[in-house]
């Protein structure tokens, strides 16, 4: 839908000549919709599970995996604390939106790696304690 509105808006500013809105903020608005389809479509993972030792994940438009062993930490997001950070040695961190049983999924990490480091992020914590169903499958 914003990326439809950019197209739009350029549109608009090529065929009216430059009138409202300014060519610059048609742009802006555009790159604006690139950062965030970057990050929601190859970033965030929408769907993560550890299954024999290995952590799992999948995006939009791409997967991995990685050894448990390979995890460092898991941390929130330090701008967001609906997001959990799966840090990990030698590729980039893993990124995962939380959900109502997010931490039954990190209980499981932290059965088979009680040495790792685990916080979760005032969100999460929150979430938990709300009344509703789990959005966590097993």
């Not at 290995?54 to 460092?72: F, I, N, Y």
């Amino acid at each position: 839908m914003f990326a439809g509105g950019g197209v739009v808006l350029v549109a608009h500013e090529l065929t009216t000549g430059g009138k409202d809105p300014p060519l610059s903020f048609a742009l802006l608005w555009l790159a604006g919709v690139a950062w965030v389809a970057y990050w929601l479509l190859l970033r965030v993972a929408f769907a993560i599970e550890l299954r024999d030792g290995q952590l799992r994940w999948e995006t939009p438009l791409r997967r991995g995996s990685s050894p448990l062993s390979a995890v460092t930490r898991i941390r929130p997001m330090r701008w967001g604390s609906n997001v959990e950070v799966f840090e990990l040695r030698d590729s980039r961190p893993v990124l995962v939106m939380v959900t109502k049983g997010f931490s039954r999924f990190l209980d499981d990490v932290a059965e088979q790696r009680p040495d790792l480091e685990v916080r979760l992020g005032l969100y999460s914590r929150v979430l938990q304690r709300l009344p509703g169903p789990s959005g966590w499958q097993d």
